[in-house]
């Protein structure tokens, strides 16, 4: 048993449904956080049975933030703040998760820079990468509700 087992996504991510984009916390150590999240029929962002572009594009975003979430929250125990997406570069999608799939969402950590962490983000199927980005993002003054 995983000690991220016991972690209700909801303590670490602000979001609620129906717009989550992950279930789970799979692994987090200082340069990598991993999520999971198994793409269900009725979801918003679902198209044709698939999740389109912007639900995986939403999943890094989600992924990255429960990185920061968990940080806050299980190590340095502060609130958790909202983030916010300040640029996207290099955002490629080799395919479309379909229904009942799980994303397998690595975040790697690569630096903080006054405030704006940089992070890579790659989506995987199985041992398939489905897409690949990177992502700065902020944290705003806000404490998650």
Known sequence: MSPFDKISISEILPQREPFLFVDCLV???ERETVTAFTVPADH???EDGHLAAAGILENMAQ???ARIGYLCKYILHVPVRIGYIGAIRK???HRLPAVGET????ILFREDVFGISLVDAVVRVGDEMIAEASL??????KEAE
């Open 136 to 141: 700065k993002t902020a944290l705003g003054e």
């Open 91 to 93: 955002f490629q999608v």
């Open 63 to 65: 992924s990255s933030a």
């Open 27 to 29: 692994h987090y150590d």
């Open 103 to 106: 994303l397998t969402t690595m």
């Open 44 to 46: 918003l962002l679902v």
